[in-house]
Every structure is written in structure tokens, then in C-alpha cells.
């Protein structure tokens, strides 16, 4: 199953695909990831993490592509996969149309399908406020 949301952000492409693979940061604006076990404070492709997350089991997140015009990566949990991915497409030095699609696979996430609609509208809300505000 897939989710999809777009959001024009006041933010360059650059600091916003800066945020998305800041890995030590990225439960401050995703309430699914509780926390990450790392030094690395930008993503390594292909490098899989330990995470604490709102699923049963150990979970670890795996970034596929890190680049300014995309970020895409693989939560893997016990029964529960997620594909994130962000496409920035810059609209001017300041402005970034972001398009987040998730996509579940497994048992928990079958279960739980429908509570996911606005999952990609509730994380591009809080991407925003952090590239917009910094918060």
C-alpha cells in the first residue's frame, strides 16, 4: 500500500535533503523513529542503523539514495517494511516542491493499513516547520 503527499517548503532542495539525511536527527521530526544508534551524522548509503521505533521487534533503517533531488530509504522491522521516499524538486533558490510516498509491506503494516493515510502529510508538516523555522 502507498501514501503519497506534496508540499511546496521555503527552503532550498540542498538544506532540505540536508535534514532528511541528518540520521542522528531524524527523530525530532519523525515520531515513528524514538531514536538511532550512530556517530554518523549524515546517512552512509547502503549502512544499516539501529533504530527504536513504534514497532514490535529490533528495527533498522538503510538509506538507498541520498542526493538533493532524492532520499530514499528502508525501515525493516519485525513483519513491517516501509520504502520512504523524497523527491525535491527546486522551484527557485528558495522554494522546493517535496513529495514524500511511502510504501508498506508485511503483516503489521497490513493490519494497521488505513492508519496510515496522513502519515506522508503529518511528516512533510513537520519537515517544513524544521526547514522554514528551524525547529
Do not use: C
Amino acid at each position: 500500500m502507498e501514501h503519497t503527499g506534496s508540499r511546496m517548503i521555503k527552503a532550498a532542495s540542498t538544506t532540505i535533503a540536508n535534514i532528511l539525511a541528518d540520521i542522528r536527527r531524524l527523530p525530532e521530526w519523525n515520531p515513528a523513529i524514538l531514536s538511532v544508534t550512530t556517530d554518523d551524522s549524515t546517512a552512509v548509503v547502503e549502512k544499516k542503523y539501529s533504530v527504536r521505533a513504534k514497532l514490535p521487534g529490533s528495527t533498522t533503517i538503510a538509506y538507498d539514495a541520498v542526493s538533493r533531488d532524492q532520499i530514499i530509504w528502508r525501515l525493516d522491522g519485525f513483519h513491517a517494511h516501509e520504502t520512504g521516499t523524497w523527491k525535491l524538486v527546486p522551484v527557485n533558490d528558495q522554494m522546493t516542491e517535496v513529495t514524500h510516498a511511502i510504501t508498506h509491506s508485511g503483516a503489521v503494516f497490513l493490519v494497521l493499513a488505513g492508519a496510515f493515510q496522513s502519515v506522508p502529510g503529518l511528516r512533510l508538516d513537520r519537515l517544513q516547520r524544521r526547514a522554514e523555522d528551524g525547529e
